[in-house]
């Protein structure tokens, strides 16, 4: 190769060695974005205060406040059943239900009755008798005392006397016996007296009344059958009233027995010791609830009492409710009887003195409750829930009025993420009808009492 080809190498190297020198130079760096945060969409609702009435509901099954079984007290043959005493059929007080023969107890009377008829004649009698000496004894003691002043002067012999004197103590022995007899004839006749007392209370029994309004649950009996005494005839309930024991955890009762003597305004008080005060539960509203398959039908009731002792196995106590008048508004199809062993629900509801904030269940996760702080940033606040009745979740601590809280599943929470709160409405208002009682199905069934 010549010179001058050799020269033509020179400035491509040359150039390329300036390239790998200056370009790094204006070479530009990656171009740095920044994060966006993105919100989270989260439904909420604002907290608001409410007037509360605590209430719980339990179920017990109705039994008849008074239970009549048709005991003999006599025996013998029935004689007469009335048509209406079959079971089931409602029979009204003083309704005559059947007959026992009564043949032998009339004769029984009879013959204490000659016998009383007898005895009175043996009294007129004895007092007769002793009317008459006690006339002889009034006479014959003039008599001594004039032969004893006789007998002071010395004109009258001492055995004149002493005879005198021995005739007046021979009528006053007879006075005492005729006495003693009439005193035991009248005592003779009283147990006569009672004998008939109870020959006619015999033949009384004979004849079998409701001594009540009642419904015939089961009959043992037909006629010409021979009852012996002792024997049940029917068994049937009374139809006045019937009565429901709910089993309430004792722990339920508290808000229902607190006391809200030093209640704010805006809290309701919970007594420490509510569960010694289970009297108080008679102070309580009450109502009873057939739920059926197309309704439900209501009835008021009255808290009759509690019962005396803590079931050991549940930690539950009996409250006994009483329905008065259960078959009155009876209407077939519409509104049944509550006969016995109806399965039924109780409502115990307390008067409410003050307006807490109150949060759907869903709201409370671990004793805590997400919020939406004003930077529209999730916080997670501890509260002290109260006590909790049906989705309801009673708020003692922790909250304050006009907060945001979730309602909505979040996961993960993080507290300090962004959240875009949406106000969800249909859930408040769901919220406000549960606390204040005025859900549809509530206003039709009192709709439907009142008819």
């Known amino acids: 190769m ?12 040359l150039l390329s060695i300036i390239l790998l020198i200056v370009l ?13 945060e993105k919100a989270v969409p989260v439904k909420v609702i604002q907290t608001i205060r409410l007037p509360f009435a605590p209430k719980i509901t339990a179920y017990g099954t109705t039994r008849p406040t008074q239970v009549w079984k048709a005991i003999t007290e006599v025996s013998g043959k029935i004689t007469w059943i009335s048509e209406q005493l079959k079971e089931g059929n409602i029979i009204s007080k003083g309704t005559h239900l059947l007959s026992i023969d009564d043949t032998s107890y009339q004769l029984n009377l009879k013959q204490i009755l000659a016998q009383i008829k007898l005895l009175e004649i043996k009294i007129r009698a004895t007092e007769n008798t002793l009317a008459i000496e006690q006339k002889r004894y009034q006479s014959l003691d003039n008599e001594v005392k004039r032969k004893q002043k006789l007998l002071k002067k010395g004109t009258l012999p001492q055995s004149n006397y002493d005879e005198a004197m021995r005739s007046l103590l021979s009528i006053e022995l007879s006075i005492q016996n005729q006495k003693n007899n009439l005193e035991l004839q009248k005592s003779e006749n009283d147990v006569y007296l009672v004998q008939k007392a109870q020959a006619k209370l015999e033949i009384a ?3 079998i009344t409701s001594p009540m309004d009642i419904r015939v649950t089961e009959l043992n009996i037909q006629t010409n ?4 005494k002792g024997q049940v005839l029917l068994s049937a309930d009374g139809i006045d009233a019937v009565e429901i024991e709910a089993r309430i955890p004792i722990g339920q009762l508290k808000p229902l027995l607190s006391s809200n003597k030093e209640a704010s305004k805006n809290d309701i008080d919970i007594d420490e010791a509510a569960t010694e005060k289970l009297p108080g539960a008679k102070k309580l509203a009450a109502k009873v609830i057939l739920k059926t398959a197309t309704h439900q039908v209501q009835w008021p009731a009255e808290v009759d009492r509690v019962a005396g002792i803590i079931d050991p196995a549940t930690q539950t106590i009996g409250v006994v409710v009483k329905v008065y008048n259960p078959y009155q508004l009876a209407q077939p ?27 759907p269940q869903s709201a ?26 049906g989705n309801l979740v009673i708020i003692g601590k922790g909250l304050e009025e006009d907060e945001k809280i979730v309602i909505s599943k ?3 929470a993080i507290e300090g993420m962004l959240l875009e709160p949406i106000n969800d409405k249909k859930a408040m208002q769901k919220l406000k009808k549960e606390v204040l009682g005025q859900d549809e199905n509530a206003q ?4 439907g009492q009142s008819k």
Not at 2 to 13: A, E, G, Q, R, Y
Not at 28 to 34: L, S
Not at 375 to 380: A, F
Not at 444 to 447: F, Y
């Open 2 to 13: 010549n010179k001058v080809n050799k020269l033509w190498i020179i400035p491509p190297i």
């Open 24 to 36: 790094p130079k204006f070479k530009q760096g990656p171009k740095i974005q920044e994060a966006v």
């Open 205 to 207: 029994n004979t004849q």
């Open 225 to 228: 059958q021979y009852t012996n």
């Open 333 to 359: 199809g519409k509104r049944p009887a509550l006969i016995r062993n109806t399965l039924v629900e109780v409502e115990l509801q307390k008067k409410g003195k003050g307006e807490p904030i109150i949060i």
């Open 364 to 389: 409370l996760q671990q004793g805590k409750v997400l919020i939406v702080d004003s930077d529209n940033r999730l916080k997670m606040v501890k509260v002290k829930p109260m006590f909790k009745q």
């Open 410 to 412: 979040l996961i993960p």
């Open 444 to 447: 039709k069934n009192k709709k």
